[in-house]
């Protein structure tokens, strides 16, 4: 699975931003798709996820002001994020946690998209 993140940047506290998660095959047949982040210093901490059958879930850090979501006619995982604060700032990472025909359970990253919020 190959992932492409795009939409990241620059913006003010309270602010809005959306980021995008493109697969190369249908998300349906992923078993999970999240979002990570890794702040300067910090551990990566997984943001959201969104199941293959649509559920949800947010860190209780996000809860109320991100929120994940799919089109599976794109292939491609949203994360709306709104009132953010300069703690979120970090990489953004996408993921993908695919369970394959061997029954093994993988997992696969794009690339980082940054956002930076500004106090």
């Known amino acids: 699975v190959q992932l492409q993140a795009s939409g990241g940047g620059l913006v003010q506290a309270g602010g809005s931003l959306r980021i995008s998660c493109a697969a190369s095959?249908?998300?349906?047949?992923?078993?999970?798709m999240g979002w990570y982040r890794q702040a300067p210093g910090k551990q990566r901490e997984l943001v959201a996820a969104?199941?293959?059958?649509?559920?949800?879930n947010h860190a209780d850090s996000v809860k109320g002001r991100f929120t994940i979501s799919r089109d599976s006619a794109k292939n491609t995982v949203y994360l709306q994020m709104n009132s953010l604060k300069p703690e979120d700032t970090a990489v953004y990472l996408c993921?993908?946690?695919?369970?394959?025909?061997?029954?093994?359970?993988?997992?696969?990253w794009g690339q980082g998209t940054e956002i930076t919020v500004s106090s």
């Open positions: 969104i199941t293959s059958g649509g559920r949800t």
């Open positions: 095959r249908s998300i349906l047949r992923i078993n999970a």
């Open positions: 993921n993908a946690y695919l369970v394959e025909s061997d029954y093994i359970g993988r997992n696969y």
